[in-house]
């Protein structure tokens, strides 16, 4: 019996080495920006599926960082990944709470990927959720975490991921859903946009506009408690209507905030009061 587990603990470390030695280089991701990754790929096999093989036009626009709505940024970190710019790729603090979680719901049922572990995933892997997908996902992401700045990592996220049916990146976003660009994008309307990430297919506010509303409210309510934006923004964003394309204006149905607000940190310091990860 000891015999066995040694030669499957040897097969194990053997596989995991080749795993590690097969996976693709992050270096291009220096200087070029994916206009096809493998989650693309991915939608693009299930759209053929049941459309007799035809392919989808995807719509991506790249878009510099600074080309970016910094309300956009704020609220998808918000959203997203508020230790960001503080981890080296993981939140480890995250991982804790969503394996409790996982461990008493017996099933996978919250996530705890990092900006970093997601582009990981999007740019070179699947959606799947089992962990051999997750170990290629951990070596990638740390890749990434040694070879590019943060910005860059940012930059990238920002780019490619999913926000709608065949709607890559937040430009095309951004025209997709207002008419505009990332740039001219308000709080509101990026509140919106981060709300959309974790299910963009399902939260697509055009197709089902209640779906996100909760979330919305939370990413809303996250950045004025933990003070990225002003009062007086919170209020414009809570009270104004919302135009999406094609539509009249809707009065969102947004919470108010109801907890005391946290002192922040010194400048350049974690926050030692960052916002509860929302739940995906």
Known sequence: MKKIIILALLALVGYMTYVYFTLPSVDFLQDTIPKETALMKQRDEEYAEKHNGKLPRHMQIVASYSAISDYLKSAVLIGEDDAFFQH??????????????????KRFARGASTITQQLAKNVFLSTSKNPIRKFREAILAHRLE??????RIFEIYLNVIEWGDNVYGAEAAAQYYFGKSASQLNLQEAVVLAAIIPNPRRMNPLANPHYSEYRRGVILDHLY???????????????APLLLRGQTPNPPQLPSPSLPLPALPPPGLPNPDAPPPIKK
Request: hydrophobic share 30%.
């Open 146 to 151: 040694q070879t590019l700045e943060k910005r």
């Open 88 to 105: 080296e790729g993981f939140d480890y603090a995250r991982m804790r709470q969503a394996l409790t979680e996982d461990w008493e719901k």
């Open 225 to 239: 408690r933990y003070h990225r934006i002003s009062e007086t923004d919170y209020q414009i964003a809570l009270n």
